[in-house]
């Protein structure tokens, strides 16, 4: 930072002894001074995650000829610093001018869509149970993980947020947080990307990742349940997964839908064989674990507990059981696997 400081420095005392530049025809002097960058009420560089942005307009009204400023970029990057656009940087987006995109959900992968039915009902009453835990506590992002693959934890992720959608139409935004094997825009029908990644890369702005079903087009009805659902997809997988995860943008990313949503769901990798829920879950309010009835062995349940030491772990849902029994605990069904069929 101190090269590109001694470098905007310079130029302007060089450009104290050599004088203003003189002014175009058709421009007054006012106007030209605008286009000098005075060093102490130019606003200050913006950080994110050891990445830097300048804001465009000083740029943009520095004299062509100046090369202080050219100096001083090439030492930024010198520095290991890459300039990246204010729009990808920033986490502000505008909730009415979310895009709209085709779904074509698998239904029978969503049982919260269901108006009645013991799967509906569960759902149900597994939303009750974290309202009334927000009653006492303060709950608005909820991850959704397990501790190793094939457990249910999309499924659970999906039908839950719909679940969240379907009360008094609350708002809510589901985000694929699992960027190895990303499942739910599957479940949706809808397109992978932009996605997390590319947001956690610094590659798309918030409001680029987002996306609504369209409602309007009459050849596609869209259940009503999803009316009020926005989804960040995955985004393309990427082999970094574990360092996109680790990094700050996704602490602004919570940050800034938080004003926007009742609730948000992040469904993420298993905790037991990557770090990348792990570190998402770091961002969230609570996480919710998912065991997978007759499959998940109790070690392996103790053992992703034990990696989100560091998070309020608020419970399990046990998935996929055979027999429920009528009364306590809440219950996901079988669906997880047949994804593809």
Same mark, same amino acid.
């Given at each position: 930072?101190?090269?590109?400081? %001694?470098?905007? &420095? $310079?130029?302007?005392?060089?450009?104290?002894?050599?004088?203003?530049?003189?002014?175009?025809?058709?421009?007054?002097?006012?106007?030209?001074? $605008?286009?000098?960058?005075? #060093?102490?009420?130019?606003?200050?560089?913006?950080?994110?995650?050891? =990445?830097?942005?300048?804001?465009?307009?000083?740029?943009?009204?520095?004299?062509? +000829?100046?090369?202080?400023?050219?100096?001083? @970029?090439?030492?930024?990057?010198?520095?290991?610093?890459?300039?990246?656009?204010?729009?990808?940087?920033?986490?502000?987006?505008?909730?009415?001018?979310?895009?709209?995109?085709?779904?074509?959900?698998?239904?029978?992968?969503?049982?919260?869509?269901?108006?009645?039915?013991?799967?509906? %009902? $569960?759902? =149900?009453?597994?939303?009750?149970?974290?309202? %009334?835990? &927000?009653? @006492?506590?303060?709950?608005?992002?909820?991850? *959704?993980?397990? +501790?190793?693959? $094939? %457990?249910?934890?999309?499924?659970?992720?999906?039908? @839950?947020?719909?679940?969240?959608?379907?009360?008094?139409?609350?708002?809510?935004?589901?985000?694929? +947080?699992?960027?190895?094997?990303?499942?739910?825009?599957?479940?949706?029908?809808?397109?992978?990307?932009?996605?997390? #990644?590319?947001?956690?890369?610094?590659?798309?702005?918030?409001?680029?990742?987002?996306?609504?079903?369209?409602?309007?087009?009459?050849?596609?009805?869209?259940?009503?349940?999803? *009316?009020?659902? #926005?989804?960040?997809?995955?985004?393309?997988?990427?082999?970094? /997964?574990?360092?996109?995860?680790?990094?700050?943008?996704?602490?602004?990313?919570?940050?800034?839908?938080?004003?926007?949503?009742?609730?948000?769901?992040?469904?993420?990798?298993?905790?037991? @064989? *990557?770090?990348?829920?792990?570190?998402?879950?770091?961002?969230?309010?609570?996480?919710?674990?998912?065991?997978?009835?007759?499959? #998940?062995?109790?070690?392996?349940?103790?053992?992703?507990?034990?990696?989100?030491?560091?998070?309020? *772990?608020?419970?399990?849902?046990?998935?996929?059981?055979?027999?429920?029994?009528? /009364?306590?605990?809440?219950? +996901?069904?079988?669906?997880?696997?047949?994804?593809?069929?």
């Amino acid at each position: 930072m101190s090269k590109i400081y %001694e470098a905007l &420095r $310079q130029a302007e005392l060089d450009r104290a002894k050599n004088g203003p530049a003189p002014a175009d025809k058709g421009t007054n002097s006012g106007n030209a001074s $605008q286009a000098v960058l005075d #060093t102490e009420a130019a606003p200050a560089p913006v950080f994110s995650n050891d =990445r830097m942005a300048f804001l465009p307009s000083p740029i943009a009204a520095r004299p062509a +000829g100046d090369r202080g400023l050219a100096a001083a @970029l090439a030492d930024s990057k010198e520095a290991g610093f890459s300039l990246v656009s204010p729009a990808v940087d920033s986490g502000e987006f505008d909730p009415l001018h979310i895009r709209e995109t085709t779904w074509r959900p698998l239904v029978q992968q969503l049982p919260a869509l269901e108006e009645r039915g013991s799967s509906v %009902e $569960q759902f =149900r009453s597994l939303r009750s149970r974290m309202q %009334e835990f &927000r009653d @006492l506590n303060k709950l608005k992002s909820l991850l *959704v993980s397990s +501790g190793l693959p $094939q %457990e249910g934890k999309s499924f659970i992720a999906a039908n @839950l947020a719909i679940s969240f959608a379907r009360h008094k139409a609350g708002r809510v935004l589901l985000i694929d +947080g699992d960027m190895r094997r990303a499942t739910l825009h599957k479940i949706f029908g809808c397109p992978s990307g932009p996605g997390l #990644t590319e947001y956690l890369a610094s590659e798309a702005s918030l409001a680029e990742i987002m996306q609504r079903p369209n409602t309007e087009d009459p050849a596609n009805p869209i259940p009503a349940g999803l *009316v009020s659902l #926005t989804f960040i997809p995955a985004g393309t997988e990427h082999d970094k /997964a574990a360092d996109l995860s680790g990094n700050h943008r996704f602490d602004r990313l919570i940050e800034a839908a938080s004003p926007h949503f009742d609730w948000i769901v992040v469904d993420s990798s298993p905790v037991n @064989l *990557v770090s990348d829920g792990v570190n998402l879950a770091r961002s969230c309010d609570a996480v919710l674990l998912v065991a997978r009835g007759g499959v #998940t062995k109790f070690e392996v349940a103790q053992r992703a507990i034990a990696e989100l030491k560091a998070s309020k *772990v608020l419970g399990f849902v046990l998935n996929a059981v055979t027999n429920p029994p009528l /009364a306590g605990g809440y219950y +996901g069904y079988d669906g997880y696997d047949k994804i593809e069929a």
